[in-house]
């Protein structure tokens, strides 16, 4: 089976002044962690090898979650600067733990339901990423689907949901540094290699503090 890592590293501006104490990924959504809801979705899909970058109070995170036995789970940690890497940067920088092959990267503040069923990638696919319908506060969604490959620019866009299945070779020419992933993926985009899927189950980026209520609603 694929590992994970679960990007975990943000400081969570939008989410102070609870973030002043808490790191965003251990904000509850009906009575667990936002991370713990990850971990336990992990391991249902039998995927129990999970790397979590840390910046910003992540010593909570290490504390709360230990080595993973709790969750059945084999948990490593990847301490990052303040400010820390960002999706990009954080990913290349645990390549070398997450093994040779595929692996899934989750965003520690989105609330889903979603089944890491692991997709199936042609030769050339560089990454599979999952969709979702436009929230009210981002209209205009992200990127566009044409049957199941994933497009940058197109008439009908979707939200990115923070979920990615991702080829190491993605990040073949990098630069150990801060950067994001997007890039990366627009250029494979334009050469056909993403595909992507669109998930209409429960999703949310908990990424402020109305939508960490509206999210209990939810998922209660």
Same mark, same amino acid.
């Given at each position: 089976?694929?590992?994970?890592?679960?990007?975990?590293?943000?400081?969570?501006?939008?989410?102070?002044?609870?973030?002043?104490?808490?790191?965003?990924?251990?904000?509850?959504?009906?009575?667990?962690?936002?991370?713990?809801?990850?971990?336990?979705?992990?391991?249902?899909?039998?995927?129990?090898?999970?790397?979590?970058?840390?910046?910003?109070?992540?010593?909570?995170?290490?504390?709360?979650?230990?080595?993973?036995?709790?969750?059945?789970?084999?948990?490593?940690?990847?301490?990052?600067?303040?400010?820390?890497?960002?999706?990009?940067?954080?990913?290349?920088?645990?390549?070398?733990?997450?093994?040779?092959?595929?692996?899934?990267?989750?965003?520690?503040?989105?609330?889903?339901?979603?089944?890491?069923?692991?997709?199936?990638?042609?030769?050339?696919?560089?990454?599979?990423?999952?969709?979702?319908?436009?929230?009210?506060? =981002?209209?205009? !969604?992200?990127?566009?689907?044409? $049957?199941?490959?994933? +497009?940058?620019? /197109? @008439?009908?866009? *979707?939200?990115?949901?923070?979920?990615?299945?991702?080829?190491?070779?993605?990040?073949?020419?990098?630069?150990?540094?801060?950067?994001?992933?997007?890039?990366?993926?627009?250029?494979?985009?334009?050469?056909?290699?993403?595909?992507?899927? =669109?998930?209409? !189950?429960?999703?949310?980026?908990? $990424?402020?503090?109305? +939508?960490?209520? /509206? @999210?209990?609603? *939810?998922?209660?």
């Amino acid at each position: 089976m694929p590992a994970a890592m679960i990007l975990a590293a943000g400081r969570g501006e939008r989410l102070r002044p609870l973030t002043d104490r808490l790191p965003k990924a251990l904000a509850e959504v009906a009575g667990e962690p936002l991370i713990a809801r990850h971990l336990r979705a992990l391991a249902d899909a039998g995927i129990y090898d999970v790397v979590i970058n840390l910046s910003h109070l992540g010593g909570q995170i290490r504390e709360r979650l230990g080595d993973g036995a709790a969750f059945g789970l084999r948990i490593r940690y990847s301490p990052e600067p303040e400010p820390p890497l960002d999706t990009g940067g954080g990913l290349l920088q645990v390549l070398p733990m997450l093994g040779p092959g595929p692996f899934w990267a989750v965003n520690a503040d989105v609330c889903t339901d979603y089944a890491f069923a692991t997709p199936p990638l042609a030769d050339r696919d560089m990454a599979h990423l999952v969709l979702a319908n436009n929230p009210a506060h =981002h209209p205009d !969604g992200d990127f566009g689907l044409a $049957g199941d490959r994933v +497009r940058a620019t /197109a @008439a009908a866009r *979707l939200t990115f949901a923070g979920i990615g299945f991702y080829r190491p070779e993605l990040f073949a020419g990098c630069t150990p540094g801060r950067f994001s992933v997007v890039p990366l993926l627009r250029t494979a985009m334009a050469d056909g290699q993403v595909r992507g899927e =669109h998930f209409r !189950g429960r999703w949310m980026d908990v $990424g402020t503090l109305e +939508r960490l209520d /509206a @999210a209990q609603t *939810l998922f209660r």
